[in-house]
């Protein structure tokens, strides 16, 4: 049975060091009852633990997180897994700026739309590769130097005058994949990357993240997959190598 908690009007110190005494002794499962922007929550836990958050969590959520699984009824504040390492999260809102930054491992799922800087810095290593999947639109700077890793954008339920992420888009981006449902306006791209076709193995890669993407909320898989992808690729692995002399 979950272990559940009142947070209401809860310092943060306080609720994290609860949570983490009691995986310490072995709880499994949590349920944060009117959560209202308490950071931290997730920091640092190693353990496969789920935790369940009924409210609003504050900055850092799942900051140097390796391994649990987290559960968002509402929206989420800024730097969503923050050099995150394994594990998941989902979001079943929207969500604030600099997601998934240094991000280096597990699954970002967010049901709304993104701000600013979303996946920025994201790296990867071998089989170590995080995903962000967001089912609205994002922000400007969204992939900014991006290094490894998964991001892609659905803009689900976007009328047509509204972009699927702001300016800037991709700009330093030197490793990765963003892939986008539907167009890309190209002025609104860094010119660190191109836009290609999708290729048989792009096909399988965003079919094994959007089928679990679609059962975390609800969706039909084939209906999200009714409108076609092209993903955005760095043109180069050291974008800024010039500005650097040795």
């Given at each position: 049975m979950a272990m559940t908690i009142d947070c209401k009007g809860m310092y943060?110190?306080?609720?994290?060091?609860?949570?983490?005494?009691?995986?310490?002794e072995g709880e499994t499962e949590f349920v944060l009852d009117n959560i209202n922007g308490q950071r931290y929550?997730?920091?640092?836990?190693?353990?496969?633990?789920?935790?369940?958050?009924?409210?609003?969590?504050?900055?850092?959520?799942?900051?140097?997180?390796?391994?649990?699984?987290?559960?968002?009824?509402?929206?989420?504040?800024?730097?969503?897994?923050?050099t995150m390492n394994a594990g998941e999260?989902?979001?079943?809102?929207?969500?604030?700026?600099?997601?998934?930054?240094?991000?280096?491992?597990?699954?970002?799922?967010?049901?709304?739309?993104?701000?600013y800087r979303t996946g920025i810095h994201m790296k990867e290593y071998k089989k170590q590769i995080p995903a962000i999947i967001a089912g609205g639109v994002a922000g400007d700077f969204c992939g900014e130097y991006m290094a490894g890793g998964i991001l892609i954008l659905l803009g689900l339920n976007k009328d047509d005058d509204t972009p699927i992420a702001g300016d800037y888009f991709g700009t330093g981006m030197h490793g990765g994949v963003i892939y986008v449902r539907g167009d890309v306006d190209e002025s609104t791209l860094g010119k660190e990357v191109s836009v290609l076709e999708l290729d048989k193995k792009d096909d399988k890669t965003l079919k094994k993240h959007l089928t679990e993407?679609?059962?975390h909320f609800g969706l039909n898989y084939d209906d999200v997959m009714r409108k076609p992808f092209v993903k955005l690729l760095p043109v180069s692995t050291r974008p800024y190598g010039n500005m650097y002399a040795y």
């Open positions: 943060y110190r306080k609720l994290n060091k609860m949570i983490r005494n009691a995986v310490e929550i997730g920091n640092g836990i190693n353990e496969k633990v789920k935790i369940t958050i009924n409210g609003v969590p504050g900055n850092d959520l799942a900051m140097f997180m390796n391994g649990p699984t987290l559960i968002v009824n509402a929206n989420a504040q800024d730097t969503i897994a923050n999260i989902i979001v079943h809102g929207s969500a604030g700026d600099v997601l998934g930054y240094g991000m280096r491992g597990g699954k970002l799922y967010i049901k709304g739309n993104v701000g993407y679609c059962e």
